[in-house]
């Protein structure tokens, strides 16, 4: 009797996950129960499950190395995958509430880290809700760099307080982002992107970047070539509405 060939969840030729084994709903409800291990404060984060390499003990207190890039609802991880290279120095966590997702990314990385040796170690994944848990991974002042691309729009004006991108949520986002770290957001619904640039233009600890300032900044070209949705929007002729801002301390 012939036995049938099992279908493999990787790719022979890259060695990378298939997306197609990992497929979940666009989006999630972000104020429904989700059951998920959350540490009860910054500290109790363990580096080493995510960054073995750089951190081969739990708890190492006197490596001075701590997270510095936020993906907020990471999708695939493809922002990751491209920021990993561009800054090998800078540790950097994707935030994923749905855990099909959240296991996809942790295949990739794992798999990019065995066949490029010594690269993709400063990149990984968590599965939690950001809106409700985000000062329990970071202390104030502990981001340079958040990204919200392409988030839930949320349309109906009643689910408006489902937005990852709202008033009260930018006093958590200020408070984890040290002075002079940058949030990047975009979008490619025009109403979604008017309200997250309203909310940062009346937010007293955000300022827009520059023209000049975006022009030279090589992670803003990334956020519509390296992201799924981003490429689809992009193959489809779509417009996209960006919104970047840099924390600020506030006026006396």
């Known amino acids: 009797m012939i ?18 084994f990992y497929r979940a709903r666009a989006h999630s409800n972000p104020l429904s129960d989700s059951h998920f291990p959350v540490p009860l404060s910054p500290s109790q984060f363990d580096y080493s499950l995510h960054y073995p390499q750089l951190f081969p003990v739990p708890s190492d207190d006197d490596n001075p190395k701590r997270i510095q890039f936020a993906d907020i609802g990471c999708g695939f991880g493809g ?27 942790k295949e990739r990385i794992s798999a990019l880290r065995t066949t490029n040796p010594g690269q993709y170690q400063n990149i990984s994944v968590v599965r939690t809700n950001s809106m409700k848990y985000i000062p329990n991974y970071f202390e104030k002042g502990h981001l340079t760099k ?7 729009p949320h ?23 040290a002075v002079g770290g940058i949030i990047y957001t975009i979008t490619d619904v025009e109403e979604l992107g008017e309200w997250m640039k309203g909310c940062l233009e009346n937010h007293p600890m955000f300022e827009a970047l520059t023209e000049e300032e975006l ?14 949705e981003g490429q689809k929007v992009a193959r489809n002729g779509g417009q996209t509405f960006q919104a970047v801002y840099r924390r600020i301390a506030p006026s006396l």
């Open 215 to 228: 022009e030279n900044d090589p992670v803003v070209k990334l956020l519509i070539s390296a992201t799924e």
């Open 155 to 177: 349309f109906k004006e009643k689910n408006h307080r489902r937005r990852v991108i709202s008033p009260h949520l930018l006093d958590e986002y200020a408070y984890t982002l």
């Open 3 to 20: 036995e049938k060939e099992t279908t493999s969840t990787f790719n022979k030729s890259t060695g990378l996950p298939r997306k197609r």
């Open 146 to 152: 958040m990204f919200f691309l392409f988030p839930d």
């Open 79 to 105: 922002l990751l995958v491209a920021l990993s290279t561009l800054f090998p120095d800078k540790l950097m966590i994707g935030m994923e509430i749905r855990d099909k997702v959240t296991e996809y990314v």
